[in-house]
């Protein structure tokens, strides 16, 4: 799965860009008690087939740049993130986004640039992945799967391939926390 993303600066220039690859997405039921406390002002959480759900993601950050330039030794990286999801209704329906819990990636300084710049919960640590896919991404049986380090134990999040590719079936859960931005 591809998925550009952008986010603009005060005079609507591109600050980040980036590609996410080789995405694993794992998500649970969870009691929406639990995240109540962290739902920002101004939306409330958005809920599947009456499931409130949080997601955990891994990916690689792939060619990223600040400002159209790549920096050195940060383009490349992965990522793992624990998200939730909520919605604001509008006249024009429902805005649906998420709410980042957590985000790691593997070195201090993406964390504290995306602290400073974005406000976003970054932490730094040691990670690696395992990617066992063909050249176009499509393997039956293959593998994905990121790692990192914490609390003097390495904690993992993989996903077994089956089958081809297809997108989600519209409105299934897999479509639901796909479409949320």
């Known amino acids: 799965m591809t998925g550009p993303t952008a986010r603009r600066g005060p005079r609507?220039?591109?600050?980040l860009t980036a590609e996410w690859r080789r995405l694993v997405m794992l998500s649970y039921d969870i009691d929406p008690?639990?995240?109540?406390?962290?739902?920002?002002?101004?939306?409330?959480l958005d809920t599947w087939d009456g499931r409130t759900l949080?997601?955990?993601?891994?990916?690689e950050f792939l060619d990223t740049?600040?400002?159209?330039?790549?920096?050195?030794?940060?383009?490349?990286?992965?990522?793992?993130?624990?998200?939730?999801?909520?919605?604001r209704d509008t006249a024009e329906g429902p805005r649906r986004g998420v709410?980042?819990?957590?985000?790691?990636?593997?070195r201090p300084a993406l964390a504290a640039v995306a602290r400073i710049a974005y406000g976003e919960r970054y932490v730094s640590r040691p990670m690696r992945?395992?990617?066992?896919?063909?050249?176009?991404?499509v393997t039956p049986a293959g593998l994905v799967g990121y790692a990192w380090y914490d609390g003097g134990t390495w904690h993992r999040l993989h996903a077994t391939t089956t089958g081809?590719?297809?997108?989600?079936?519209?409105?299934?859960q897999e479509e639901f926390v796909t479409e949320h931005y």
Do not use: C, Q, W
Request: aromatic share 10%.
């Open 12 to 15: 609507s220039r591109t600050f």
């Open 33 to 44: 008690d639990v995240l109540r406390p962290l739902v920002p002002r101004g939306v409330v």
């Open 54 to 59: 949080v997601s955990m993601v891994g990916f």
């Open 65 to 87: 740049r600040l400002l159209g330039v790549p920096v050195p030794f940060h383009r490349d990286f992965d990522e793992i993130n624990l998200r939730f999801y909520v919605r």
């Open 99 to 106: 709410v980042f819990v957590k985000e790691i990636v593997p």
């Open 129 to 137: 992945h395992r990617i066992d896919l063909s050249d176009d991404g």
């Open 164 to 172: 081809e590719a297809r997108p989600p079936a519209a409105g299934s």
